[in-house]
């Protein structure tokens, strides 16, 4: 719906990087994800972001 007119974008192939041991314990204390990601661009627009395909995360889940 939000991505019809521009206003987020859906990328695939990004991997999320993410260091919280305690949300997760079964799982590696890092590790690397490959989830749907959801851009809403905020600061400004999607087409001026750096490049690069990995985000790095340390806060809590979303």
Wanted: net charge negative; aromatic share 4%; glycine share 8%.
């Amino acid at each position: 719906r939000y991505c019809q007119n521009g206003m987020a974008s859906i990328l695939t192939g990004v991997r999320v990087r993410s260091s919280i041991a305690e949300v997760n314990p079964d799982l590696p204390s890092t590790r690397t994800e490959e989830p749907l990601v959801v851009i809403f661009p905020v600061g400004r627009p999607l087409n001026e972001w750096p490049p690069g395909t990995l985000i790095e995360r340390n806060g809590s889940e979303l």
